[in-house]
């Protein structure tokens, strides 16, 4: 067994996937988009170039030995620090991982390279396409999106339909709402118009409820999200989560599965540290994502903040930990 995992991850709690377990395949901020509500900060230069950012050999070599340790998960998600489908070789991942595991695989994607044939015929090849689409508009898109020069709206949503129409499997996209950006009632009618062109199975609805690389970014309130969803239609679900107490989010049956994956990772900290380098979580989500008590998470944590690895920010009440970059 290696000490340590470089390119996996977890299992993690996810809200829409269950246990989740993390493949990276793009290094940090290598996207073609900007996201004004980015938790990984700014995109330096956004890019296009498809290329093999990371190899795929040592991320599978990773995965057999997970198997071999027991590892159990709802979900493999095929992730990255940036945009995962940049990676040239990730159809030939899905193949590999395909081949040694049945656990389904979902991709979380912005979507903006799906209007190309080759990157949707790699997607084709998982269980779940996890897309995004902030805006119907190109003003409103430009504004939350800040693309590469080569992308515009109309190109996005063309790919999205492109793909739905030759993909099989599940096509859950995400909508992720700031506010005064996309919220008014023109920018909301115009995401619906293109939601029931590209026709998903699912919307997720989300907001900044976590740090985010701008800290002027609003996040929208539980009832105006839910509003929202009421407007976009039946297949909308809020799957933000406002609530600290809440952000406990699997069930107590979960617990056990996660303190058994928890055991490939080295030690508690380095698990902690690895998830503080993915996103910003708050206690209660240190809590669950590591299926240890509080008191075992703050401990981990004042380490980690003594040593000036990691640092605290409070956003809407709730201190949330991340990693120095
Ligand atoms: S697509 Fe994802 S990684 Fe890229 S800028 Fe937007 S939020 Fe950040």
């Known amino acids: 067994m290696t000490d340590k995992k470089i390119y996996l991850y977890g299992p993690v709690p996810s809200r829409r996937l269950g246990l989740s377990f993390g493949i990276d395949i793009a290094p940090l901020k290598v996207c073609t988009l900007d996201c004004i509500y980015c938790q990984l900060g700014k995109t330096a230069q956004t890019t296009i170039e498809r290329k093999e950012y990371i190899p ?7 995965l057999k030995e997970a198997l071999a340790e027991g590892l159990e998960a709802d979900y493999i998600t095929i992730a990255g620090s940036g945009e995962p489908t940049l990676n040239s070789r990730l159809g030939e991942l899905i193949d590999g991982i395909k081949k040694v595991t049945n656990i389904p695989i979902a991709i979380l994607t912005n979507g903006t390279l799906l209007s190309r044939a080759e990157v949707r015929a ?14 119907g508009d190109e003003r409103t898109f430009q504004r939350i999106n800040r693309p590469n020069s080569v992308f515009s709206v109309e190109k996005l949503i063309s790919g999205l339909c492109a793909f739905r129409e030759e993909f099989s499997g599940q ?3 995400e909508v992720f709402f700031v506010e005064g950006i996309n919220t008014g009632a023109e920018q909301i009618a115009g995401i619906k118009e293109a939601i029931e062109l590209i026709n998903p199975d699912k919307v997720h609805l989300n907001t900044a409820v976590r740090p985010t690389a701008d800290p002027n970014i609003a996040r929208i309130s539980a009832e105006k ?3 929202i969803a009421g407007r976009l239609g039946p297949k909308c679900e809020v799957v933000a989560d406002f609530s600290p107490a809440s952000s406990s989010i699997l069930s107590e049956s979960k ?6 994956a928890h055991s490939l990772i080295n030690s508690k900290a380095e698990a902690l540290l690895s998830m503080l380098k993915r996103r910003p979580c708050s206690l209660n989500d240190i809590c669950s994502g590591l299926g240890i008590n509080r008191n ?3 401990k981990h944590i004042s380490n980690l903040l003594h040593q000036g690895i990691i640092q605290s920010e409070e956003k809407e009440g709730i201190v949330f930990f991340k990693a120095i970059s």
């Open 296 to 298: 075992e998470a703050i």
């Open 171 to 173: 096509i859950w996209l």
């Open 122 to 135: 790699d997607c084709s090849k998982a269980d779940i396409v996890m897309p995004s689409l902030d805006a």
């Open 225 to 227: 999200l839910q509003e």
């Open 255 to 260: 617990s056990e599965d996660i303190l058994k």
């Open 56 to 62: 795929i050999e040592p991320i599978l070599a990773e």
